[in-house]
């Protein structure tokens, strides 16, 4: 934790040597101590401090400086730091002056030069000054921090990407703390360059502006590079299959690699509440389940390689190539697709507009907050919706879930619709669709049209989250994997049709259970043709699979 900062300032370097000696041998192991011969750049130091969130307990000036004396330095440097405890140092001609400073410009003490013995005349009371401005220090936030407005997509895209990969941030929102004094300094002292938002400020000192994920993640430690050009087994998705596979193939000794385009944890990690996943008996959360089995993985020395995005396959021989989006490709004996599902996206007038801004497909634990005391829309009945909404509820004022049926029982689990039966604050809209939504800037109304009524009803609205089933995307496999009708990989057996074996398949035997028509191509979990849908088959399949892959390269 970074020490907080008492700064003397002198233009005359023997007294500015003899303070900062004295400060640092009593003070130097709780506090940091900076010397300065300048008070402009002492400001400007203290600008400096502030963008990088730490804190200043004490201010010691000289009273007679050339350009700018002590009272005027102490003044200015209030603006900055107003918790700081102030104080001058004067000469004895100057003790008049120097009481009524300490009136008018609200010092709290002045010391007579020379202060010595300084545990007479210097540590005491400086001492004093401490204790005071102790009691009621609170430590900055150390991490990163966010600046951005609630209503821009770029700055909900950054956090929730912080949040997908776990990336502790404080969230400063410009709007909404506008009035805060504190925030209105900060973005004093960042100048033009507030206006590139999201500003991402780092520990260090450092910052990006208009800070998008790839960019964060680097300075993170998020890796994005492979260490090498070939493993034994790539697997493409860090969802529960994709994960699963990366911990049992790296636990078996295969040097195994994981590209994922977002954050590891898949549709899962959105997950307020797993409830049904075997050994778990109050469920956990998505984020949870992920974060441990990242760990595991990493135990095992699977190289994770996030934000990135597969783009493109090619097979040469036994080999398989996987292209990135950032130009680079990989290759690999055995490759794993477990991309799982995306949102289908909902039809209707101003939703692609005001996406990000008000409107979100799906539903992370940490959007929860940002709602508080509001109405948030749910949109769909299924279990997934139904979770976001029981997550909703905790925080929001009110919850509704939009349903186009009659009631939620054709599609959701009865224990969350039990939940939410118990749940005073979550209220079901049936045989209602949304028509359009609305707002300049952000979601601001949303139109219904209700089905039993072929009316149109138009309510105000800060947040809606669209549930409504999803879809693969796997348009970049078309040209080599085998898919269905609606892009789901077919694997194994779907892959015989009338006893034969798919074409081109050069092998004397059939593709293993969840091999694609490619060997030593498999597919797991979601994305799979006829895979149940749940954290606990996409786990069992990516564990599975593995020793499909053993048997594959045996012959390899
Ligand atoms: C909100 C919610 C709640 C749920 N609750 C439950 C529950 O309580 N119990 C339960 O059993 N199931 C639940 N499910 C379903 C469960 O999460 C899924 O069945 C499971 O996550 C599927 O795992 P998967 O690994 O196959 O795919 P996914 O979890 O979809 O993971 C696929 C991963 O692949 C990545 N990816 C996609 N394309 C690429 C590419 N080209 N390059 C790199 N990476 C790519 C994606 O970013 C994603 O991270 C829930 C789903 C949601 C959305």
Known sequence: MAKPVLLAVDDDSDVLRAIERDLRSKYGAQYRVIASDSPEEALSLLKQLKVRNESVALLL?????PQMDGVAFLREAMQIFP?????????????????????????HYFFMKPWDPPSEHLYPQLDDLLDDWGASYRPAFEGIRVLGTRWSPKSYELREFLARNRVPYQWIDVEISANDPETRRLLEYLGPEA???????FPDGTKLLEGVPAEVAQRVGLRTRAQTDFYDLAIVGGGPAGLAAAVYGASEGLHTVMIEKEAPGGQAGMSARIENYLGFPIGLSGGDLARRAV??????????LSPLEAVNIRIEGSYRFVKLADGNEISCHALMIATGVQWRRLEARGVDRLQGAGIYYGGGAADAFSFKGETIYVVGGANSA?????????HAERVVIVVRGSSLSSSMSQYLIDQIKQ???????AHASVAEVHGETHLEEISFLCSNTNKIERVPASAMFIFIGALPRTDWLASVVERDERGFILTGPDLIREGQRPRGWPLERDPFLLETNIPGVFAVGDVRHGSVKRVASGVGEGSVAVQFIHQYLSKV
Do not use: C, H
């Not at 760990?295 to 994770?304: D, L, M, T």
């Open 83 to 107: 918790d700081a405890k102030r104080a001058l140092l004067t000469a004895y001609a100057d003790t008049n002056a120097a009481i009524s400073a300490i009136n008018e410009a609200n010092i």
């Open 195 to 201: 206006a590139s938002l999201p500003v991402v400020l």
């Open 295 to 304: 760990v595991q993985a990493q135990r095992f020395g699977v190289e994770i």
């Open 423 to 429: 749940t005073p604050n979550i209220q079901i809209w």
């Open 61 to 65: 000036a000289d009273q007679r400086m």
């Open 386 to 394: 139904g979770q976001a909404a029981i997550n909703f509820a905790k």
